[in-house]
């Protein structure tokens, strides 16, 4: 006897419950883990070294020269806007660059002349913390380009100007900005690939790896993979015939994923599908159809330049689709083997058909999300920033936190007797994000790695005499070059190289006993952490207040995208691809912020409202019913399903909309009791258990529409059993086996 879906559900979640217990008792020592932890893939070494030379280059002016300092304030232009350009398509970099030069420009500016007044440099140092706060609700880039520039008016006000001498150092500033871009736009010149194809290489890779070992994990590794690559793809200024292949690249990878999905729930014995296939030669398809998908991530560059090195690929792709069609011509007939050939002949199609779009010359229409104008781009940035202004918003706190912290900590710097009081407001700016996970983990990495750098940097200037010059400047670029590497790889090291070159910079300036001043800066640098910390545990922005919100917008969009799937069948089959394809593509977006946000939770010291195993059960209910929905989405393509739902059917279907629309709401209301159709209407429909039930006796005879909605029956029963807030579920009865 097989077990019943709902069972297999209900064994699956429980488990997963318990492990989300288990992980709340963890959650310090994954705070603290995450200091050390390292990401092998956001080590950035191209972008480093060219951001290095990008300060090299002012700095060997400046010693040639004589005009060291002037070169040094062209090098500070370079290092911000360095962190502008450090990932995304060119596009987007150049956007961000150009942006950060003229943020960090009018920041020098009124820097330089504020730093004559305490009050003032005070107030200009705490708007300019909340407005970098604020501009994280606009992008991850604007935001840390907001901080940089922030930090720059801080250091930039211990050495106040008079408004000519405050012009000239941002003249010096914004040519080092402007160096930079160039070089990065002349690096992107010979680059052997951009950023865009990198991305949809990387979402061809990651579907090899799903198909060769289907799991939760890979899959949802290719879901953020499509999503990283739609978005680069849309911010683009590659030419159209260039983009319009890795538009056919990605759209190709999003159909078959659909086929390779249902393969795959075949393959690893679903309840609903383990009698529509056969699992042996479904994985077997599967493994053999895995290097494909590689061989196709290696070469999307190839592919979206047509060049001539990419033709053996596309006679590969032919061969490919044809083997694959013999193997489902032979399955044909073959008991079990004959729906899983379905699967395989669609796949063989969709090779074919993107084979064939990628041959043929000239340039293709661009899907309209590929041609917003940057004036609809900067329409979007402003809306976004609006949006934040409410009491209600992470990021609105968030900014006000760091005005309240630089604010503080500018004025502790003006009023201590310590040379080196300014690093009290550089280190609490820095340390302070938007939730306690980053904030705490920076705090602890920020201090490490900020000792670290101190001691590296005075050790060296101490132990190697330089009155020249050459030896400092060598030591900034090494520096600043080591920065950019690890700005994403981990945040300890990146900390101990931004603190080991600003060290370095201000010894230029200041001519001060090392030891001394290692010792004043550490002390501000900890004065400034618990600053930052303190501030806030004060008012603190608890990511379990937001996670409900994460949560139920992922089961609208699940619904949204099964009203969809289910629209086609009311179509008779004619359903909109593109309509579909944005609804997954929301799904995809709504489930990774979802899952971001249950880990946060899970790491924050307090108890969330909400159960650790409540919370990952939706997470993993919501897969479970996004990869059904695919399965039956990829019958529809190919044919088999374009029959319309039965009365019965269509029942259920009510009910399972209804229930997820319930689940969202109760969601929304931000209590720890999730209790699906609190009203007990939905519970008390016999007729959709008595349908349910009697399309159960007779299991074997179901096509795949009607297994897929007892299946996704099952999954929202399966959800409400395990919140333990139904008075009393309704009976689960196993189909025959």
């Not at 106040?160 to 070089?183: D, K």
């Not at 946060?600 to 195993?613: G, I, T, Y």
Request: charged letters at 20%.
């Amino acid at each position: 006897m097989g077990r019943a879906p709902g069972k297999v559900a209900a064994a699956h979640f429980a488990k997963r419950g318990k492990r989300g217990s288990h992980l709340i008792r963890r959650r310090t020592w994954r705070s603290l883990h995450s200091v050390i932890e390292r990401d092998r893939t956001s080590l950035r070494v191209l972008p480093g070294l060219r951001n290095g030379v990008g300060i090299l280059i002012p700095l060997a002016w400046g010693l040639n020269s004589g005009h060291l300092l002037s070169g040094i304030g062209v090098a500070v232009g370079a290092l911000v806007a360095g962190f502008a350009g450090n990932a995304g398509t060119a596009r987007r970099r150049l956007r961000t660059m150009l942006f950060a030069t003229a943020w960090m420009s009018v920041t020098t500016f009124i820097g330089a002349l504020a730093g004559h007044r305490a009050w003032l440099i005070v107030f200009v140092a705490a708007l300019s913390g909340w407005l970098s706060g604020m501009m994280l609700g606009v992008s991850q880039p604007s935001g840390q380009v907001g901080l940089l520039a922030t930090n720059a008016l801080i250091l930039i006000s211990t050495s106040p100007q008079s408004v000519s001498g405050a012009l000239y150092r941002t003249c010096l500033v914004a040519c080092g900005g402007l160096l930079q871009t160039a070089l990065m736009l002349a690096v992107d010149l010979v680059s052997p690939q951009s950023a865009e194809a990198q991305s949809v290489s990387k979402v061809y890779r990651k579907l090899g790896a799903y198909a060769a070992s289907p799991s939760r994990q890979a899959d949802l590794e290719l879901a953020a993979s499509l999503v990283e690559a739609s978005d680069l793809l849309r911010d683009s200024y590659m030419p159209k015939r260039h983009r319009f292949r890795l538009y056919r690249l990605l759209d190709g990878a999003e159909q078959i994923r659909m086929y390779v999905v249902a393969l795959a729930e075949i393959a690893r014995g679903r309840a609903y599908a383990q009698e529509l296939g056969d699992a042996v030669f479904a994985g077997d398809i599967l493994r053999q159809c895995a290097p494909i998908f590689s061989a196709l991530g290696d070469h999307v560059w190839l592919i979206a330049q047509g060049d001539k090195r990419a033709q053996p690929l596309m006679y590969i792709l032919e061969r490919a689709s044809a083997e694959l069609s013999a193997i489902a011509q032979s399955a044909q007939g073959v008991e079990r083997k004959e729906e899983t050939a379905a699967h395989v002949e669609a796949v063989a199609r969709s090779l074919m058909a993107l084979r064939d779009d990628l041959v043929q010359p000239g340039v293709h229409a661009l899907p309209p999300e590929a041609l917003e104008s940057t004036a609809s781009k900067i329409k979007q940035a402003w809306q976004a920033l609006q949006s934040h202004l409410t009491w209600d918003s992470a990021i609105f706190r968030h900014a006000l936190r760091v005005a309240i912290a630089v604010g503080i900590g500018e004025t502790l710097a003006v009023a201590l007797p310590w040379s080196h009081a300014y690093w009290v407001p550089l280190t609490a700016n820095i340390i302070l994000r938007p939730d306690f996970t980053s904030t705490f983990t920076r705090g602890i990495a920020r201090v490490l790695g900020t000792m670290g750098g101190i001691l590296l940097a005075t050790l060296l200037l101490v132990a190697v005499p330089d009155r020249t010059g050459m030896f400092a400047s060598a030591c900034i670029v090494v520096f600043g070059s080591l920065m950019y590497m690890w700005v994403t790889y981990n945040y300890a090291l990146f900390s101990c190289a931004l603190t080991a070159l600003m060290v370095v910079l201000l010894s230029l300036f200041e001519r001060q006993a090392p030891i001394p001043t290692m010792a004043d800066r550490m002390l501000a640098t900890l004065v400034g952490s618990a600053l930052a910390i303190l501030i806030y545990l004060m008012w603190p922005t608890w990511q379990h207040q937001q996670v409900n919100r994460a949560l139920a917008q992922a089961v609208e969009r699940e619904r949204d995208y099964f009203r969809g799937v289910l629209g086609v069948f009311a179509e008779g089959g004619k359903g909109s691809p593109r309509r579909l394809a944005r609804e997954r593509q929301a799904v995809r977006v709504s489930r990774t912020n979802a899952a971001a946000a249950v880990r946060q939770v899970l790491a924050e010291p307090v108890a969330p409202p909400l159960h650790a195993h409540i919370m990952v059960a939706i997470l993993v209910g919501m897969h479970r019913f996004s990869d059904t929905l695919l399965s039956l989405e990829a019958y529809t393509w190919e044919g088999r399903a374009e029959r319309p739902l039965t009365k019965e059917e269509q029942e259920i279907a009510l009910w399972i909309d209804r229930a997820l629309s319930s689940l969202a709401d109760e969601l929304r209301r931000g209590t720890g009791e999730i209790v699906i159709d609190p009203s007990g209407e939905l519970w008390h429909q016999g007729s959709v258990r008595r349908h349910v039930e009697a399309m159960e006796v007779n299991w074997r005879t179901l096509d795949v529409i009607a297994r897929t909605v007892v299946r996704l029956y099952h999954v929202i029963q399966t959800l409400a059993r395990l919140t333990h807030e139904i008075d009393a579920s309704p009976p689960q009865k196993a189909p025959p086996s």
